[in-house]
């Protein structure tokens, strides 16, 4: 079955670094992923998207990447700062039989930031 | 988001006991979601719809019922609540097939 993984569990980076989290999923299918990130208390935050006839996409500190050949998306963060300090989520647009489009979600990296 | 409202943002209840969590939303969005989150896992979609007529299960819906009351309203009912079901309860929506799915804030409900 589809599933959508996090490699890391715990990613711990010191302040000024840039971070790097990834992603591997497993539906071939899916033309659409999301980074979304998770602050403690809250509600997930849409970061960035990226669709599966792009390979990347940038935003304000934060670039997307995807490898469709290996299945793989990752996350970076140029010049990490603590208030990045959250659980980042990866998720796929999964477009099953009969599916209209549903998100699944990987476990989830938690992104520590060193002062 | 401010556009996605939940209520309440927090509850504890007993075992055995109805509760309903509400979601709103001012964006005008066709589709929304109830999701649940436990800790240290991602999110698991409890069920979702894509109009006020449309109401499909998710991965995990057996214990919970829904009511879609208007575009903007979408509530999630534990008909008798049990233990298991503590957990971080969250509302998305989104504006059509593919699109982003923009969060509330959840609930935090306690089954004693």
């Known amino acids: 079955g589809e599933s959508v993984g996090l490699h890391l569990p715990t990613l711990s980076v010191q302040e000024g670094d840039n971070s790097i989290i990834n992603c591997a999923y497993s539906?071939?299918?899916?033309?659409?992923f999301i980074w979304y990130k998770q602050e403690s208390g809250k509600g997930p935050q849409f970061i960035i998207d990226?669709?599966?006839?792009?390979d990347k996409r940038q935003g304000q500190r934060v670039t997307v990447l995807l490898n469709k050949t290996v299945k793989h998306l990752s996350l970076q963060i140029a010049a990490t700062q603590p208030g990045d300090s959250a659980v980042y989520f990866c998720?796929?647009?999964?477009?099953?039989?009969?599916?209209?489009?549903?998100?699944?979600f990987g476990q989830g990296t938690t992104l520590q930031v060193k002062p | 988001d401010a556009d996605v409202t939940q209520t309440p943002r927090n509850r504890i209840t007993k075992t055995g006991k109805r509760i309903m969590l509400e979601c709103s939303q001012t964006?005008?969005?066709?589709?929304m979601y109830w999701y649940r989150q436990d800790p240290g896992l991602g999110l698991q979609l409890i069920y979702y719809?894509?109009?006020?007529?449309?109401?499909n299960k998710g991965e995990i819906s057996d214990g919970y019922s829904v009511s879609r009351q208007a575009q903007a309203k979408f509530s999630l009912s534990l008909e008798s609540a049990i233990p298991n079901q503590t957990a971080l309860y969250f509302c998305?929506?989104?504006?059509?097939?593919?699109?982003?799915?923009?969060f509330g804030p959840g609930t935090r409900l306690t089954v004693l």
């Open positions: 998305a929506t989104s504006g059509s097939p593919g699109d982003t799915q923009y």
């Open positions: 539906n071939s299918a899916s033309d659409y």
């Open positions: 990226i669709r599966s006839n792009m």
């Open positions: 998720a796929e647009n999964y477009h099953g039989s009969g599916n209209t489009g549903k998100l699944i």
């Open positions: 964006k005008g969005h066709d589709r």
């Open positions: 719809s894509f109009d006020v007529k449309d109401i």
